[in-house]
């Protein structure tokens, strides 16, 4: 009896010792730090200054932006643009994208240090699809208007601007979406219809904004794009295309959400 009694309390001890060392290594595990970094890419006829109101309010709030300026003249030009910023971070960081953009970070979101993406009014195709399919099958506004979209004749395409204001920039300043307007770059017309050859949404966690008055692409087809890919949606009523400039406060937001939790 005595030994037995030795034996157990010995256990007891043993076991004691081991769940506290165990409890100590558990605490000295260094806990996953929110991403810093934020590498934000445009879209379709517009470059990265678009950003501006949304990289403020980041940078205020400490993080890391770096901004994209895709060539626009392909898909496969444009994802190694995002590739090289991507690169020059230096740990985790958060792909953001707007419209044609979404395609972009769909396959350049593949890399390592991405540890999250957000969508903002933007395509999430799968792998095989391309946009411009997907945007037949749920068509917008500005798709069905005759002579919204131009098409110059080396192939490359840009918004009519007298179009441009309603359709894109419907909830910006009329003076800055004039601007907007006639500052465009031109973008190849193959972007549209390239098809995905990697969809990182599959096996990253991804966040959503729809702009529900959206009329470059259809809010419903963003809202597929988002449930398809179990993404964070966040809906933001009477938004236009142009929610990256006109709502940067809600934007952000979101991205500053995807950088908290990306890493959990």
Not at 1 to 24: D, E, G, H, Q
Not at 72 to 82: F, H, K
Not at 151 to 167: E, H, I, R, V
Not at 214 to 230: G, M, S, T, V, W
């Amino acid at each position: 009896m005595r030994i037995s009694s030795l034996a157990a309390a010995a256990l007891s001890l043993s076991a004691c010792m081991f769940a506290s060392v165990n409890a100590l290594a558990q605490d000295a595990q260094p806990s996953k730090a929110p991403a810093k970094n934020i590498v934000l890419v445009h879209g379709a006829w517009v470059d990265g200054s678009g950003w501006q109101p949304v990289y403020d309010i980041l940078t205020k709030d400490g993080y890391h932006v770096s901004i994209v300026q895709e060539p626009l003249t392909s898909l496969e030009e444009d994802v190694a643009a995002t590739k090289r910023v991507i690169d020059m971070q230096d740990g985790p960081t958060i792909l953001v994208a707007h419209s044609y953009g979404g395609s972009v970070i769909t396959e350049a979101g593949a890399d390592p240090k991405v540890a999250g993406l957000v969508y903002v009014a933007a395509h999430a195709p799968a792998v095989g699809e391309d946009e411009s399919d997907l945007g037949k099958q749920m068509p917008s506004y500005t798709s069905m208007q005759t002579g919204a979209i131009k098409k110059l004749d080396d192939g490359y395409t840009y918004l009519n601007p007298a179009d441009f204001p309603k359709d894109f920039a419907a909830d910006l300043p009329s003076k800055q979406a004039q601007f907007e307007s006639h500052s465009q770059v031109f973008t190849a017309a193959k972007v549209f219809s390239t098809p995905i050859k990697v969809a990182a949404w599959t096996s990253k966690p991804s966040w959503g904004i729809v702009a529900a008055s959206d009329k470059i692409i259809n809010p419903d087809l963003e809202r597929f794009y988002y449930q398809r890919a179990h993404s964070h949606t966040t809906e933001l009523a009477g938004a236009s295309h142009a929610v990256y400039e006109s709502r940067p406060k809600e934007v952000a937001a979101v991205i500053e959400d995807a950088a908290r939790h990306a890493q959990q």
